[in-house]
């Protein structure tokens, strides 16, 4: 799929096709609709603080509720987003590490399925340098967090670089994912 200032080309579309309906054709050859689109690109940030936010963003695309959860849920097992939800500044509810290990090449993926299956880590990383993979905890303190670290190093055979926030920086990571 083209990202950024690449343009991504669309099907045509047929007689009556809404456009939350067209379908657009990926460089890997999936398809997403407008309505993806949208919901990728538009609902980085902002995401609505409300009763119902499913509802409040269908609102705004023009369709129903059922439809923007079934697409989310979609989008989610396609890969194009990892987790739907919010991000909290560190440490303001509960307690949270960056953390990294050296783990040799031919297990890498092995150590990384053990990271991710911890329900306090919400995502994994590879890097390459010598410390290749990073991961966040979360837990409701920070003895539940030192216990996270200390049972991966144990189940891995791998020690755990833990790497507390010093000091906080804001980085916005939304971008466009697509030109208009």
């Given at each position: 799929m083209a990202v950024g200032?690449?343009?991504v080309p669309t099907k045509a579309r047929?007689?009556?096709e809404s456009p939350c309906e067209?379908?657009?054709?990926g460089a890997d050859g999936s398809g997403l609709s407008a309505l993806d689109r949208r919901l990728l690109d538009e609902f980085q940030?902002?995401?609505p603080l409300c009763a119902r936010p499913y509802a409040a963003m269908a609102e705004q695309l023009g369709c129903d509720e059922s439809t923007v959860i079934e697409r989310l849920g979609q989008l989610q097992r396609q890969g194009y987003a990892s987790r739907v939800g919010p991000v909290f500044r560190p440490n303001r509810l509960g307690a949270s590490t960056l953390?990294?290990?050296a783990v040799p090449h031919n297990r890498l993926q092995q150590v990384a399925d053990l990271v991710s299956s911890y329900r306090e880590v919400n995502h994994n990383y590879e890097r390459e340098h010598h410390f290749n993979l990073w991961f966040v905890v979360t837990a409701h303190d920070?003895?539940?967090v030192a216990e996270v670290l200390a049972g991966i190093q144990r189940e891995s055979g791998l020690a755990v670089m833990d790497l507390p926030?010093?000091?906080a920086f804001h980085i916005d990571l939304g971008f466009p994912l697509w030109q208009t």
């Amino acid at each position: 799929m083209a990202v950024g200032n690449a343009q991504v080309p669309t099907k045509a579309r047929g007689a009556g096709e809404s456009p939350c309906e067209q379908t657009l054709d990926g460089a890997d050859g999936s398809g997403l609709s407008a309505l993806d689109r949208r919901l990728l690109d538009e609902f980085q940030r902002d995401f609505p603080l409300c009763a119902r936010p499913y509802a409040a963003m269908a609102e705004q695309l023009g369709c129903d509720e059922s439809t923007v959860i079934e697409r989310l849920g979609q989008l989610q097992r396609q890969g194009y987003a990892s987790r739907v939800g919010p991000v909290f500044r560190p440490n303001r509810l509960g307690a949270s590490t960056l953390a990294a290990m050296a783990v040799p090449h031919n297990r890498l993926q092995q150590v990384a399925d053990l990271v991710s299956s911890y329900r306090e880590v919400n995502h994994n990383y590879e890097r390459e340098h010598h410390f290749n993979l990073w991961f966040v905890v979360t837990a409701h303190d920070a003895q539940a967090v030192a216990e996270v670290l200390a049972g991966i190093q144990r189940e891995s055979g791998l020690a755990v670089m833990d790497l507390p926030l010093t000091e906080a920086f804001h980085i916005d990571l939304g971008f466009p994912l697509w030109q208009t």
